[in-house]
């Protein structure tokens, strides 16, 4: 029911109307799901060391350091599987490999030390797979607990908006927009793995976990400003989303951008240690900053209109 105020309908009608494209954003939307779930399953994610187990040897070079591909070359006669080489600061290379044993260790230092290479051994560990396969399992638990957790407070937080819709079902949007927001850079991540050798680490991990209370901070901002203008306003309620998406609009674009231009920031001038961290960031803001304007609020107007519709 509209509240019959001149002033408020001229504000209406001068507001971009988000909710009335949603059937482009459900569309646009599903395709992203589908076609990162399609990818998920015929790539799969490139599991890191962390995950699977391996050896990492890190070293430092007196001099200059060679090229990736020269250490690669040199390597080429060991049994190691696929070699990362990974630069770090000025004259620094991680190594990560298969696991390896001791005398395996000792021939690789001799042959990268062949032509006067003098090198600092840093560090040389070995990760065993029962160890990766527990991380995983605790990483698997984690990102679950992260999820379970935000829908509950979701539905806590919205307990006293009883109308037009029950307090769950803000939680059940906002669960369908973070599964949207995580699908989209491991999608990303699947490609990059089958065709770039790109990993799934534990910083990876955690900038997807970054990303769920990113994401979750975005769509609580609108459902709070909804939840406030339900109470104190008299317009329908498509038209209270589309005015709370207008009002926390600017501020939502403002942060997202200022958080953007770091992690891009990061991903062209950080390093390759931080280079795909930023990248997990970067995919996943976009994302979140995108269901949480485009995806969740628009969900919640189509269940208001789905159960209108069956009360007919």
């Not at 080429?76 to 298969?98: H, N, R, S």
Request: some cysteine; hydrophobic content about 45%; charged content about 20%.
């Amino acid at each position: 029911m509209r509240s019959g105020d001149g002033c408020g309908d001229k504000l209406y009608f001068n507001m971009i109307h988000f909710i009335k494209y949603r059937k482009i954003y459900f569309i646009f939307s599903g395709t992203l799901i589908i076609a990162s779930v399609v990818i998920l399953a015929v790539f799969g994610l490139k599991p890191g060391i962390d995950f699977v187990g391996g050896s990492i040897l890190e070293i430092e070079y007196k001099e200059e350091r060679p090229g990736n591909q020269e250490i690669r070359e040199k390597l080429a006669d060991f049994d190691l599987g696929t070699v990362y080489v990974q630069p770090t600061e000025e004259k620094g290379i991680i190594l990560k490999m298969k696991d390896i044993l001791e005398e395996t260790h000792q021939q690789i230092l001799e042959k990268l030390q062949e032509n006067g290479g003098l090198i600092e051994e840093k560090r040389f560990e070995t990760i065993g797979p029962m160890i990766g396969q527990e991380l995983k399992n605790k990483t698997t638990i984690v990102i679950v607990v992260a999820l379970l957790s935000m829908i509950l407070y979701i539905a806590l937080a919205f307990r006293k908006v009883q109308k037009p819709l029950r307090s769950w079902v803000y939680g059940f949007a906002s669960a369908i927009a973070l599964f949207h927001d995580i699908l989209v850079p491991l999608g990303v991540f699947a490609v990059l793995g089958r065709f770039y050798n790109i990993e799934i680490t534990i910083p990876i991990v955690t900038a997807l976990l970054a990303v769920l209370g990113y994401s979750i901070n975005n769509t609580v901002v609108v459902f709070d400003r909804m939840r406030e203008n339900l109470l104190k306003r008299g317009e329908t309620f498509e038209e209270t989303v589309d005015i709370s998406l207008n009002q926390t609009l600017t501020r939502q674009v403002n942060t997202s951008l200022t958080t953007l231009f770091v992690c891009v920031a990061i991903f062209f001038f950080g390093g390759v240690t931080l280079k795909y961290f930023a990248l997990a960031l970067i995919l996943g803001i976009a994302a979140g900053t995108y269901s949480s304007i485009f995806l969740a609020s628009p969900l919640l107007v189509a269940w208001h209109r789905f159960r209108y519709k069956r009360r007919q």
